[in-house]
């Protein structure tokens, strides 16, 4: 595996960064490894791996997984409450885009 080639600030700034272990992961989000495995199994995270085989985390994922957490400990199914963040992502983004289209059409 090639050395990244970043410093250390710049991957603690990094929010892609996998900068977490699966037992800090899960420590932080107040959840199992259990659940952050499930959430690999339904692939909406799919967390980079260390040379030796283990699960790593970034901010942003942790993020998307403490979502799903709100909402699962909210009755929510866990496959329902992966569809809701998946639809929440895709609807930000249109808006995103729809508003930089606005700007480029507003400016010409």
């Known amino acids: 595996m090639a050395e990244d080639p ?5 991957k603690l700034d990094d929010e892609h960064y996998p900068a977490y272990t699966m037992g800090r992961a899960a420590e932080l989000l107040g959840a199992t490894p259990g659940f952050l495995r499930s959430l690999d199994e339904v692939k909406l995270l799919v967390p980079q791996r260390s040379p030796g085989g283990h699960r790593r985390y970034s901010r942003y994922q942790l993020r998307i997984a ?3 957490r709100a909402l699962v400990d909210n009755g929510t199914a866990l496959d329902a409450a992966c569809r809701i963040i998946i639809l929440e992502d ?19």
Do not use: C, F, K, M
């Not at 970043?6 to 710049?10: E, K, L, P, S």
């Open 6 to 10: 970043r410093t250390a600030d710049d």
């Open 66 to 68: 403490a979502r799903v």
């Open 90 to 108: 895709q609807l930000e983004e249109a808006r995103r885009i729809n508003a930089e289209l606005t700007r480029r059409r507003a400016s010409s």
